[in-house]
């Protein structure tokens, strides 16, 4: 089959259109003929360490493999059809739509990919096509689990710094479908954008600087790598309110264990989960027209380099999504 494969770190150019073998499905797992997947932050961190968090330093190399890396195909998000499945298999069946998510082991960017019954996988939504349905599980799940974590509630006014972007999207419907006051940060290009997605107020970062503005928020959402932190937005926090740093780098997870002991304004890092209960979830908001995935720009699985140069830019808008087309020849 063919799969993207990088034996280096780099530029987008180390990635590699090759030939690999198939995957054949363990017990309890499934094949999955993968018809698209997508560039995520951290498939682009796995290549070249573009928007690693300040503090970080060696360590993502210690996760993905010091000298090189440890997993040759990335891809940690996907939406397909089951092909085949194990014998110990219950919850799915051949020719099953479904999409997913598992950063763990990656593979996505491939005609073919194994992923256990019990992860993160779940039936397709119905009203979406595969390129929608694989943009989903990596923004959407991490403002969700984010939203959750601060326990979102009704009425409270909520900043989303990076409102445009892949959890930024999402981030503005979910807390819009949780009847919060909904103010988004981004560019002057993307207001409108934003303001579609359900925002109550955009802000354009580029004429006004949210943090001194004089406005207060129960919760601000930040996906901007390196832009912000807890310092700079404490003055524009509530007193009970809490900095979602998704972005956040090691300044932000020793703040989130300093907050926990004493009261009041508090960090929330490194929240994400990847749950099939949390998918299943999306797809019932999304069968239910409350939330929608946002396409900047689409890539055949032969122009995933190109895919990940945009990308790297860091400006785009919602996802960047590579579809497949498995050949003949598996």
């Keep these: 089959m063919k799969a993207i494969v990088y034996t280096q770190y780099g530029p987008p150019d180390v990635l590699q259109l090759k030939e690999v073998e198939k995957p054949v499905p363990q017990d309890k797992e499934v094949l999955i003929r993968v018809c698209a997947t997508s560039v995520t932050t951290g498939d682009v961190n796995a290549r070249g360490f573009t928007f690693v968090p300040p503090g970080f330093g060696p360590l993502p190399r210690l996760m993905f493999g010091i000298r090189k890396p440890k997993r040759r195909i990335l891809g940690v998000e996907l939406a ?11 919850l799915f069946k051949k020719g099953d739509e479904v999409f997913g998510i598992d950063s763990d082991r ?3 960017y491939a005609e073919y990919v194994c992923r256990t019954e019990a992860g993160a996988l779940a039936i397709k939504p119905a009203n ?6 694989a943009a989903v599980p990596f923004g959407a799940g991490t403002a969700l689990s984010f939203l959750r974590a601060a326990n979102i509630r009704r009425g409270q006014k909520v900043l989303i710094n990076g409102a445009s972007g892949g959890v930024g999207t999402y981030a503005v419907q979910l807390a819009r479908y949780y009847e919060a006051e909904v103010t988004g940060v981004c560019s002057t290009a993307n207001i409108g954008l934003v303001k579609s997605l359900g925002a109550d107020q955009v802000i354009d970062y580029t004429q006004e600087d949210f943090t001194k503005n004089g406005e207060t928020y129960d919760l601000i959402l930040d996906t901007v790598v390196g832009q912000t932190s807890f310092s ?11 900095y979602l740093a998704v972005a956040g780098g090691l300044p932000e997870a020793v703040q989130m264990l300093w907050t926990s002991m004493i009261g009041g304004k508090k960090v929330v890092f490194g929240s994400t989960t990847e749950r099939k209960e949390d998918l299943i979830f999306l797809k019932e908001l999304i069968e239910a027209g409350k939330i929608k995935a946002v396409i900047d720009r689409r890539y055949p699985l032969e122009q995933t380099a190109e895919a990940h140069r945009y990308a790297d ?5 919602g996802n960047v999504v590579i579809t497949v087309e498995p050949s ?3």
């Design 232 to 242: 700079r937005c404490q003055g524009s926090l509530t007193p009970q309110g809490r």
């Design 80 to 90: 397909g059809e089951i092909e085949a499945v194990g014998k110990e298999v219950t």
């Design 106 to 108: 990656w593979g996505a």
């Design 313 to 317: 830019k860091g400006h785009k808008k």
């Design 328 to 330: 003949s020849k598996t």
């Design 128 to 133: 979406m096509t595969y390129e929608e349905a």
